[in-house]
């Protein structure tokens, strides 16, 4: 994307923040709005054969360990799918004798506030996207209850006005002697006790993926003289709670790896300790990060804490070892995360996901067609391209490319005519499988035709709807250093099509990483990316898409020459459209401190008419962003186009000022992910 130079041109005169704000799909839910194929209203059946791969999927950890008579944990994944929006609904299905899979699509309000649905055995009970929202009261476990799985709600607001409240127990979890439990990806905040009491015995649980936060006490396990609870707590972001984070007594194995304690500094929130192994507790703490938080670990003198592979920030007070515990790996296999990429990855992959609970159809799913690739020969081709030029023209239904481990040095093209495409890496990480070019705007065509401009500079360029990558990385690597003479536009990933949906990937350069851009100016084109990392320094993000960065990290890069500088957005948004949204995301990087704008309005060349936006939400900005986050560009100010943040954290936020636009509340609904995405619910297939 290039500047435009000359002089200021004329343009309408706006207030200094224009915010549309249409009416919100929901004001809780944001993703997930539709019925699972084949559901009626309230509820109905599918067929477990048929079944989404949420809807079968089993617990990993304690959880997963045969005992008690019960085989592992699968919730209620042989009996039928049901689509729940009301709280008479939900108890009727959650408390019956039969195995049920039960999605929540909508925010219910339990009545009376505080009110706890006694789950029955057999039970998954899950949330459509992210739309799936219990406010003012949660579940409870009684004895005997077994392989049950919460995941993917969110569960919320029972506060009742007393910090430390001893008067109403309304968790949002608690379970009371029961065994095989799974609680995964969900978000758990500001009830009247705690968020999870593992109570009476409970036994065999597993708690991950959860971001519990805005409470008092977070997580207890305990209350019984017995040493019998078995439990693994593993890649949870807690944060801003207070006690019991977790509290962990007479547990006969407590397996803690890979979480993100976190008290952040100058709020009324002060945390009193983090993880504690009280009583005769055998407790192994590995690979998890600590930042700010008052006596990270603590023991009594009867329990066991062995820690490993731990990173403290900012701490004090007590951190405490000692004893001999147990091997987890002699109960269950596991893989640990290196410690420093904790916190950004659980800031960008905690809670609730939009690819669990929702599906497409499933004939659709059922049809696709697989297509390998690999370097060494041992797939059904050896590059990528390949692969996408085997696909049919006008193809009715998916095609997942499958591509092996390895550094495929190609272009690749998916053109407009091939929709329905996957392209996947099969490697444990994102990093096993990296596509990358080098070519720059300025880059001369072989055939010497011109140059490759910003837009032919893409690695990857994708022009077919419905496309979808995941677990890759998509990287330019153009020399900046080497070639000043020309040029330095480098883009790695252009899309210009509609739902585009990018799950899990790295998207790497430097100037003008990633271009979400449409087919035509008249033409929509949505992106959602999420659990992602974006790397660039100057435009990086930018496009006339309209796009949304969810539960992402976006890494600030120095320049070629070591210079910190740049700008992280430059929409160029047609009028009364959307443009890009940064949400529920983290922006940092090894940069100097306050070098780096949010955005600046591109007027790609020197369109009056369009009306750039970027609005940056709920997401955490590191001292590398400027007090005053927003610039003008090419002669257009951007005072007169569309750029507010919200409630986001960090030492780069800042408070609302002329030079700092933030939405009010009553404007921040109007500028959800479902009113960027609409009628459109992304969907891993």
Request: hydrophobic content about 35%; overall charge neutral; charged content about 20%.
């Amino acid at each position: 994307m290039s500047e435009i130079s000359g002089k200021a041109r004329h343009r309408r005169r706006k207030t200094a923040l224009v915010v549309g704000v249409p009416l919100a799909l929901s004001a809780a839910g944001v993703m997930g709005y539709g019925l699972v194929p084949g559901a009626q209203s309230p509820a109905s059946a599918a067929t477990p054969a048929a079944a989404p791969a949420w809807a079968t999927a089993t617990a990993d950890g304690f959880a997963s360990v045969n005992a008690l008579g019960q085989s592992g944990t699968y919730g209620g994944r042989d009996g039928q799918i049901v689509t729940v929006r009301t709280l008479a609904d939900l108890e009727k299905y959650a408390t019956a004798s039969e195995p049920y899979v039960i999605v929540v699509a909508a925010t219910i309000d339990m009545n009376p506030v505080g009110k706890e649905i006694k789950v029955a055995s057999d039970k998954t009970i899950v949330g459509s996207g992210t739309s799936g929202q219990i406010v003012g009261g949660g579940f409870f476990l009684g004895a005997g209850v077994h392989n049950v799985i919460i995941r993917n709600l969110t569960i919320r607001d029972a506060y009742q006005g007393v910090w430390n409240d001893k008067e109403h127990d309304f968790d949002a979890i608690q379970m009371d002697g029961a065994h095989h439990v799974w609680i995964d990806h969900n978000d758990l905040r500001h009830m009247a006790d705690g968020l999870i009491d593992v109570r009476k015995d409970s036994t065999y649980v597993t708690v991950s993926w959860n971001k519990l936060s805005q409470d008092n006490k977070a997580f207890g396990i305990g209350w019984t003289e017995n040493v019998v609870t078995d439990i693994t707590i593993h890649h949870n972001w807690i944060r801003e709670t207070e006690q019991r984070n977790p509290s962990t007594d007479n547990a006969a194995h407590a397996h803690l790896y890979n979480n993100f304690l976190e008290d952040v500094a100058g709020t009324d929130i002060n945390s009193s300790y983090g993880n504690y192994s009280r009583g005769a507790t055998r407790m192994v703490l590995e690979n998890s990060w600590f930042q700010g938080v008052k006596n990270p670990v603590i023991k009594d003198s009867t329990a066991t804490i062995v820690q490993k592979g731990n990173t403290f920030v900012g701490t004090s007070g007590r951190n405490e070892s000692g004893g001999t515990a147990f091997d987890p790996k002699s109960f269950y296999a596991y893989t640990l995360d290196k410690t420093a990429d904790v916190p950004a990855l659980l800031k960008s992959g905690a809670g609730p996901r939009s690819s669990i609970g929702t599906t497409t159809a499933t004939t659709k799913a059922a049809a696709a067609t697989t297509l390998t690739v690999a370097k060494d020969g041992s797939g059904q081709y050896s590059t990528v391209q390949a692969a996408v030029n085997a696909v049919p023209a006008g193809n009715p239904s998916r095609v997942v490319i499958s591509v092996k481990p390895g550094t495929y040095r190609e272009l690749v093209k998916v053109p407009s005519n091939k929709p329905h495409v996957t392209i996947q890496g099969s490697g444990g990480s994102r990093n096993d499988t990296v596509i990358v070019y080098n070519n720059a705007s300025g880059t001369p065509k072989p055939d010497g035709s011109g140059t490759y401009g910003t837009g032919g500079s893409a690695t990857v360029a994708v022009e077919a709807d419905d496309f979808q990558a995941r677990n890759l990385t998509i990287s330019n690597d153009f020399d900046e250093k080497a070639h000043q003479n020309i040029a330095q536009q480098a883009v790695a990933l252009r899309t210009a099509a509609d739902k585009v949906f990018l799950d899990g990937v790295i998207v790497s350069g430097d100037q003008d990483t990633l271009l979400l851009d449409t087919a035509a100016k008249d033409k929509l084109g949505r992106v959602y990316m999420t659990n992602s990392y974006v790397i660039g320094n100057v435009d990086f993000i930018f496009g006339r898409a309209t796009a949304v960065i969810d539960k992402s990290v976006i890494t600030l890069k120095k320049r070629w020459d070591g210079s910190s500088a740049g700008y992280v957005t430059a929409p160029s948004t047609v009028a009364n459209r959307k443009g890009i949204l940064i949400a529920n995301s983290t922006v940092n990087g090894d940069v100097s401190a306050a070098s780096f704008y949010l955005g600046r309005p591109w007027h790609a060349g020197g369109d009056a008419s369009l009306d750039p936006q970027t609005t940056v939400r709920n997401t955490s900005l590191s001292a590398a962003i400027k007090s005053t986050p927003w610039t003008d560009m090419s002669g257009f100010s951007w005072k007169d186009d569309r750029f507010a943040e919200y409630k986001n954290t960090g030492a780069g936020s800042g408070a609302a000022s002329a030079n700092r636009p933030q939405l009010t509340d009553a404007q921040a609904t109007g500028q959800e992910i479902a009113d960027w995405l609409g009628d459109w619910t992304p969907t891993a297939s």
